[in-house]
């Protein structure tokens, strides 16, 4: 199926998003994030106050100015510089405090956004990953939450601590003079609108970088997965030309971006500049002038008031300038959040299912679930009578007129019926797109039909829960997938209580245990990057290895070994035939070979069945079957 990019396709973010990101902050650490706010609030304040201090001083030098009675002067004054020096270490404990905090608030939520996103990927249909590129995925867990990492721990506290400022300051100016404050607003209107016009068109150009960057992700992705095709067919010169289009636009978005910031600043700065030259002329007006006081206090303008107004002017359009400095890191760090949450509200896998797969014992000879593993297997089926009975684990598949298409307007199957006795080995062949593995992709309900019935031993399939269908499913596929760990934990991945023996077990029968004995550390040896340290033949081994030690009475092997040599083959084919003995075994090949000793042979031609019957019945008809089949014949 075609896979989209995702990345955030708007040029503005939800108002929401920051509600939802600090009521899940909130939830995360509901004591320590309010004492980061309190710790804020007193840092704050403790930034307003030297001008208060200012002005005290200023106004006992004024007092003692015409006496030149500095003796008397210098007890106040040395009381105000006790207290502003209370002040500052009051402030320096409360920095330090909320820093400790905001740094185990920040990383601590970023770990529990990862683990929820992770924890919900898991719960994800097939169909998700098959829509969305492994990039963009991956993007999610870097960059969005790098984004995020940085408003929660810097933009967030920085305005916070701002805007508190800016509300000390502010009630502080009104208190000394609301004429000057005015002249301060006035001049704080105009930065404001400056800055928003700037801000936007940063703000827009900076959600269009994040997008560029999941789209480039992307492609790297699928160029480093398809670089043995690209140097194959001497496609990198293609591969460069490609890479460089999604480069130049990742390049512009992110130039007319920083452009827009980098202007941002120095504008305020020089504005701030300019308002405070227009201050001071004010200031200095109204003390010419000897106007009339108006202020919260009452007290007249002097020069013991001008002088801290203008560092209040000052610290106040300077906080503007910082919040404006903030506004791009909250607008990225926005769309990523706006992003993780579109992956944590993705739809989770439905499952109806109410009949499960549990461990039974014969008892008076009837079937009683077990507490343990017992190898006896039954379905535990409840019904609405308050009655619940045990049907033993069989492996008998059937379809009933099966439709299916991926999108609702594609019809992938049509009208298909088969059945797969228990023990049957039941063959699918045709060409590429016939509609083979989609129908394995519904015995494990990796997708729902759109119409008919599927049964797994006489029971609706859409009745079984999923996690039990799937523990009754076996499955070694084309393309094979190794953690990184040892061989033995690869195996042991198959069912995560087995034994060691158990394991080596399951390894003798794939054939798998001699070639993992030649290894440096036998089954402790460590794989990495996908086992690239293994052939792909022994990988495709220790795959059939770990379905092997799963157990389970259905297998399905989809081109199981189509990479494996010749000589291998006889050996997985030896393995194979073993693990398939006595179990329902669904068979998925092109190398027709494989499948000649299979008790029932389906020939699919574009989602419909055409032919069935056992190797000689088809050759006998010489249809389509005999004509693949001497075609394979003469090309072998």
Known sequence: MPKEQTATKHASVNPGTLGRVLKSILKFYPVLLPVMVVCLLVNAVVNAVPAIFMQQALAVVQANWQTGDWAAAAGPLGQIALTLGCCYAVG?????????????????????FRQQMFDHMQTLPIKYFDMHLYGDIMSHYTNDVDALRQMISQSLPQITMTSLVLVSVLFIMLWYSVWMTIVVLCGVAVMVLCSRALAGRSAKNFLAQQREIAAVEGRV??????????????????????????????????????????????VLMNMGNVIYVVVAVAGGLLLALDAPSLSISGMAFSISVAVP????????????????????????GLAGAERIFAMVDEEPETDDGYVTLVNTHMENGMLVEAGERTGMWAWKHPHHTGETTYTPLAGDVRFYDVDFGYRPDHTVLHDVSLFAKPGQK????????????????????????????????????????????????????????????????????????????????AAKLAGAHDFI?????????????????????QRQLVSIARAAVADPPVMIMDEATSSIDTRTEAIVQRGMDALMKGRTTFVIAHRLSTVRNSDVIIVLDHGRIIERGSHDELIAKKGTYYQLYTGAFELE
């Open 426 to 505: 039941v063959a699918f062949v045709g060409a590429t797109g016939a509609g083979k593995t989609t129908i394995t992709n519904l015995i494990n309900r990796f997708y729902d039909i759109a119409d008919g019935k599927i049964r797994y031993d006489g029971i609706n399939i859409n009745k079984i829960k999923k996690s039990s269908l799937r523990h009754s499913l076996g499955i070694v596929l084309q393309d094979v997938n190794l953690f990184t760990g040892t061989v033995m934990e690869n195996i042991r991945y198959g069912r995560l209580n087995a034994s060691d023996e158990e394991c080596v077990d």
């Open 517 to 537: 004995m030649r290894l440096p550390d036998g089954y402790d040896t460590m794989l990495t990057d996908n086992g690239s340290q293994l052939s792909q033949g």
């Open 92 to 112: 320096l404990v409360a920095n330090f405090t909320w820093n400790r905090i905001g740094a185990v608030i920040t990383q601590g939520s970023l770990k529990k």
């Open 309 to 332: 107004f203008l560092n209040m002017t000052k610290q106040f359009a300077g906080q503007i300038g910082q919040i404006s400095q903030q506004v791009n890191p909250v607008i990225m």
């Open 221 to 266: 992705e699928e160029y480093m997965n398809g670089e043995r095709v690209v140097q194959v067919f001497c496609h990198q010169k293609g591969a460069e030309e490609d890479f460089d289009q999604y480069n130049e636009r990742l390049y512009e978005a992110s130039r007319k971006a920083n452009t827009f910031a980098n202007i941002l600043g120095p």
